[in-house]
């Protein structure tokens, strides 16, 4: 599974981005999507994700700030933020999980893409 990330720049504080993920397999066929971050000097942590329930959840620091989507017909995952922050600069990265299961047993696979730089100045 390849992610390709895009959408990713520089911002003023308060203004907005849209970061996109194309994903190389169906999302119907990708357990959860999800979208990390990582700030220099810090670990990476997860923003958001969507299962394939379609609910949606989010760290509280972006909450109501950051929506998660996905768009079947386009293999695509998008993440609209909003309101940005200088906190909100870093590195963001797609993420596909993918649970597979046989005769013996179940696998967990997961996938990343090569990130995308957010910067928000102040």
């Known amino acids: 599974v390849q992610l390709v990330e895009s959408g990713g720049g520089l911002v003023q504080s308060g203004g907005s981005l849209r970061l996109s993920c194309i994903s190389s397999?169906?999302?119907?066929?990708?357990?959860?999507l999800g979208w990390y971050r990582q700030a220099p000097g810090k670990e990476r942590e997860l923003v958001a994700a969507?299962?394939?329930?379609?609910?949606?959840n989010y760290v509280d620091s972006v909450k109501g700030r950051f929506t998660i989507s996905r768009d079947h017909a386009k293999n695509t995952m998008y993440l609209q933020m909003n309101s940005l922050k200088p906190e909100d600069t870093a590195v963001y990265y797609c993420?596909?999980?993918?649970?597979?299961?046989?005769?013996?047993?179940?696998?967990?696979?997961?996938?990343w893409g090569q990130g995308t730089q957010v910067t928000v100045s102040p």
């Open positions: 969507i299962p394939s329930d379609g609910t949606t």
């Open positions: 397999e169906s999302l119907w066929n990708i357990n959860v």
């Open positions: 993420n596909a999980k993918i649970v597979v299961r046989t005769i013996e047993g179940e696998s967990k696979l997961e996938y």
